[in-house]
């Protein structure tokens, strides 16, 4: 059995290695075979995370949007700070994002069902759509088969849009990533639920454009409303104003509709970046808010394809990044040889080079301390130790071998 077990292993590892390559299309049946329930187990996680924290679904529809502007859906936006990566979290355009508990969550939701197949880029498309359908928004056929960085790119974070930017610049950030106009304004619809900080409006509502002045594509009693929320950061009254928050749509807060566009038609759009799309004279977008403003159907019909279009911006495919383990933290790769005698080798390699025949994934904690997990064949082998030095152990056969001091367990 153990035998037949290591060939099974042996062939699928090498058939992974040799089929792999390919630059596979996303699809929305690529865990069909692999793990069936994988929708249906992010929507428990979803739906209790939304009766503790209605705040939820806008959370993680937005982490997939600044997931997918850096480098592309590659769950890049998830990795904690390690070594040898610098956290976009840490980005302060990054730094107000909620939800990554959540995404915690699903991930260890999914290891128990389907362990080591659903990548973390996938599980924010599929938490995103499965929030804007917990919120009454459409429902649209996620495409999937992403698989995650190995790396951050805090730099990269540049390409997220402000909300002081000018239409002109968030176009060309949308268009950096292949999106046009009419995603710009789709995509927008997104801020019809969630919060945003105070200081996202206080530059309109107290010294637009250094004018001293509200801005004036803001309508006065929104602009009256919002000043009491959100007193003048410069003076007394506006000490606390930088914790807090207000709603991107005033009229229904947490429900996804089509009122954001119909609030730019009567100028309360909360963000500069908001209004712009109907309040800049000539602009293309204008005539995209009024259709949407007019048809929630249209809207929704835009927003589902937008988000299939954003989902597609450079993901990870084939042989490319990995599946990991923990959203937060990438695997470290495990090499492995077949000596002559029959036992696997592993070995720890910092970053992957073409050695042997074979490989396994595991990982450790960003620490290095405490966890790998060594897949074969489909078994997991969690391993608990002090110190995790260049030397890991070793595999026999299917199995594998605990170091001295090392505790094993088969999960
Ligand atoms: C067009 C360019 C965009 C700009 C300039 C922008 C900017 C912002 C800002 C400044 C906030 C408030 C953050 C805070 O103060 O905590 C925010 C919140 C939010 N954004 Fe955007 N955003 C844009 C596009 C998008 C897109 C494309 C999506 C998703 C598809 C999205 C989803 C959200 C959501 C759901 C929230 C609320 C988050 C919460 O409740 O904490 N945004 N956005
Ligand atoms: C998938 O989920 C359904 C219900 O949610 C459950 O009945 C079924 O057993 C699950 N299948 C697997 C393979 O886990
Ligand atoms: C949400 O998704 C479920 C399952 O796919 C579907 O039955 C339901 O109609 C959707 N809800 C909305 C508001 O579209
Ligand atoms: C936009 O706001 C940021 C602060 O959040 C500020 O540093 C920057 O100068 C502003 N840009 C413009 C064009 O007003
Ligand atoms: C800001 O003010 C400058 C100079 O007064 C003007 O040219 C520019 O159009 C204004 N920008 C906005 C967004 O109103
Ligand atoms: C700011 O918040 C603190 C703590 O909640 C409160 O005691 C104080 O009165 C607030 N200040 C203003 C100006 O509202
Ligand atoms: C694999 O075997 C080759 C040849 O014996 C050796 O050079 C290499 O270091 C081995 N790699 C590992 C990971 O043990």
Request: proline share 3%; net charge negative.
């Amino acid at each position: 059995m153990a035998s037949f077990q290591f060939i099974a292993a042996v062939l699928f590892l090498v058939a992974a290695v040799v089929f792999g390559g390919s630059n596979a299309q996303l699809s929305s049946t690529f865990y069909d075979n692999t793990c069936p329930n994988v929708s249906s187990i992010v929507r428990g996680v979803l739906e209790q995370a939304q009766q503790a924290n209605i705040r939820n679904a806008a959370f993680l529809t937005r982490l997939h949007f600044h997931d997918c502007f850096v480098n592309g859906c590659d769950g890049s936006l998830l990795l904690d700070n390690a070594d040898g990566i610098e956290s976009e979290k840490d980005a302060n355009i990054n730094r107000a994002l909620n939800g990554f508990t959540v995404v915690d969550d699903i991930k260890t939701a999914l290891e128990n069902v389907c362990p080591g197949v659903v990548s973390c880029a996938d599980i924010l498309a599929i938490a995103a759509e499965i929030s804007v359908n917990l919120s009454k928004g459409p429902s649209w056929e996620v495409q999937l088969g992403r698989r995650d960085s190995r790396t951050a790119n805090r730099a990269g974070t540049t390409g997220l849009p402000l909300f002081n930017e000018s239409l002109n610049v968030l176009k060309d950030k949308f268009s950096a990533v292949g999106l046009d106009s009419t995603d710009l304004v789709a995509l927008s619809g997104a801020h019809t639920f969630g919060r945003a900080g105070c200081l996202t409006v206080t530059p309109r509502l107290y010294n637009f454009n250094n004018s001293g002045n509200v801005d004036p594509t803001m309508d006065p009693t929104y602009a009256q409303t919002l000043q009491q929320t959100c007193p003048d950061p410069n003076t007394p009254a506006g000490s606390n104003t930088s914790t807090t928050i207000v709603n991107l749509d005033p009229t229904t807060p947490n429900g996804f509709d089509n009122n954001y566009f119909t609030n730019l038609q009567n100028k309360r759009g909360l963000l500069q970046s908001d209004q712009e799309l109907f309040s800049t004279s000539g602009a293309d977008t204008v005539a995209i808010v009024n259709r949407f403003g007019n048809s929630q159907s249209d809207f929704f019909t835009s927003f589902a394809q937008s988000m299939i279009n954003m989902g597609n911006i450079s993901p990870l495919t084939g042989n490319n990044g990995e599946i990991r383990l923990s959203a937060r933290s990438a695997s470290v790769i495990f090499w492995i040889n077949l000596s002559s005698d029959g036992l696997l080798i592993c070995r720890n390699y910092a970053a992957i080079s073409v050695c042997g025949c074979l490989f396994v994934i595991g990982y450790c904690n960003s620490d290095l301390s405490q966890l790998y997990a060594v897949y074969v064949s489909g078994a997991v082998l969690v391993y608990a130790s002090n110190a995790l030095g260049s030397d890991l152990g070793c595999c026999r056969g299917a199995g594998v071998v605990s170091k001295p001091g090392w505790s094993e367990s088969v999960v």
